[in-house]
């Protein structure tokens, strides 16, 4: 096997632009890190998987993501992330933060790397890879503001579009809110399924199911049944 080993200091402005973030999204300071690799001899007879593990805590990074992700500088918990790979799969494990994890497989069929299915957990917990492919989020958030989430969207058109790679959604929220609503105490479960989100909420303000078109300029309707929905006093 060979071994590598690299530390170094990037500036987080054009690793976000490598990331192909958001414009809107900033990312101040440096980012000091340090990786190790491990390529491995493999065969056809004796296939084995190479391994990397990168490390940074992350001292001094601003991101500018809305919650739950977003960090200031002053912010406690780094990002780890250990990964291995073959010729056609690959999986990932992620700790953002110490409270956010993640468990990733991707899958290379010849034409580029591609998610299969994963998970991100929020509130602490392991998380663990799903049967289903896509990504699906789970576990619970202190905040949550979807207005500034879908107020992020890039001018460059999307590689894929986002139904393509979510899968679903499994979110217990303490506070809530869209377009200056709030909804406290939320929680509320989402499937990617026949051309829609589909979303079941309860909340101390709001109770039922709405049906999201993937297109909102197709024909399919936004469909909204709910048994109770408090939207003001």
């Known amino acids: 096997d060979t071994v590598l080993r690299a530390s170094g200091r ?6 976000g632009q490598a990331l192909e973030l958001p414009e809107k999204v900033h990312v101040s300071g440096s980012i000091d890190w340090r990786a190790s690799a491990r390529i491995a001899r493999s065969t056809e007879q ?54 956010t994890r993640a468990a990733l497989k991707f899958s290379n069929s010849g034409e580029g790397w591609r998610l299969e299915r994963g998970a991100a957990r929020f509130g602490g917990g392991e998380a663990q890879l799903p049967k289903e492919p896509g990504l699906w989020l789970t576990g619970s ?58 979303v079941h ?10 049906v999201v078109p993937f297109d909102l300029t197709g024909d399919m309707p936004l469909e909204l049944d709910m048994d109770r929905l408090v939207v003001g006093e």
């Open 10 to 15: 990037t500036p987080g402005a054009p690793l």
């Open 46 to 99: 004796a296939p084995r998987p190479s391994r990397l593990r990168f490390d940074s805590q992350l001292r001094g990074v601003e991101i500018g993501l809305p919650e739950p992700m977003t960090r200031s500088a002053s912010d406690n918990g780094g990002l780890h992330i250990d990964s291995q790979w073959g010729e056609t799969e690959a999986t990932a494990r992620i700790v953002y933060g110490g409270a």
């Open 141 to 198: 958030i202190a905040a949550l503001d979807l207005s500034e989430w879908l107020a992020l969207k890039s001018d460059r058109p999307a590689k894929r579009p986002l139904h393509d790679y979510l899968g679903g959604a499994d979110l217990v929220v303490r506070e809530f809110a869209i377009f200056g609503f709030d909804f406290p105490n939320l929680d509320g479960a989402m499937v990617a399924r026949d051309g829609a989100w589909r």
């Open 201 to 210: 909420v309860e909340s101390d303000t709001a109770h039922g199911n709405i």
